[in-house]
């Protein structure tokens, strides 16, 4: 057999691999983009239901040791999605359900200590809070004496879903059900059904929920 028979049989068994990856990729679009569907329905659903019940948090936010937050009404519940052009295929890029913890207090905090003002300042970008901002300075010296953040203390809730089309996955991007943090897992498309949405309503509802049991890569962040 000659050099370019070699040739031949290598591009044979190239295109065959490529064959085979084009049809996975094919199909794990699929079970994505149905999972997609799924959720996105499902969501739309939820968020009237949620919207009449309002369901009470059932954790205690913590803004600063001495500034608690607990009783709040979980309510203007959301549902959106975006789309996008993959491999000429129109998509979702992602899903997103967002809702308000109120708690209708006004508050003002005064932070004199520059990495309090960080940590509060944090606490705050991951709540969704856009506070009145007062830098105080000594009128003299003009040394800072104290920042003060005024606020309506009402909460984010957000729970996006950001699909891959081509591993065939869906994460799960979750802020602020347990406290001030985002919670990331990933479940395989074929795993994203009415049964694990449910315990993800569960867990909006604040009832026990084993939905991060059966993720894949559980990460928490908290602000």
Request: with cysteine.
């Amino acid at each position: 057999m000659g050099f370019l028979d070699d040739l031949k049989r290598q591009a044979d068994a190239l295109k065959t691999q490529q064959t085979v990856d084009t049809a996975t990729l094919a199909r794990n679009a699929a079970l994505v983009e149905a999972a997609c569907k799924t959720v996105w329905h499902y969501w739309l659903d939820l968020a009237q239901q949620l919207n009449v019940l309002q369901p009470t948090a059932p954790v205690r936010f913590s803004l600063d040791k001495s500034t608690p937050l607990d009783g709040l009404k979980r309510c203007d519940f959301r549902v959106d999605a975006r789309r996008k052009q993959h491999r000429g295929q129109e998509v979702y890029d992602h899903l997103v359900i967002h809702a308000l913890q109120k708690s209708g207090r006004m508050l003002t905090m005064s932070k004199d200590f520059p990495p309090e003002i960080e940590r509060l300042e944090s606490k705050l970008r991951q709540a969704g809070i856009s506070p009145d901002t007062k830098w105080v300075r000594h009128p003299e010296s003009g040394r800072l004496e104290e920042v003060r953040f005024s606020f309506v203390a009402d909460l984010s809730l957000m729970v996006r879903v950001l699909p891959d089309h081509d591993e065939g996955k869906l994460r799960f991007q979750i802020n602020n059900l347990d406290c001030l943090e985002t919670v990331t897992a990933d479940f395989p498309a074929h795993r994203v059904g009415s049964d694990l949405l449910d315990q993800l309503a569960r867990w909006m509802m604040g009832e026990p929920s084993p939905f991060l049991q059966q993720a894949e890569g559980v990460r928490r962040v908290e602000a």
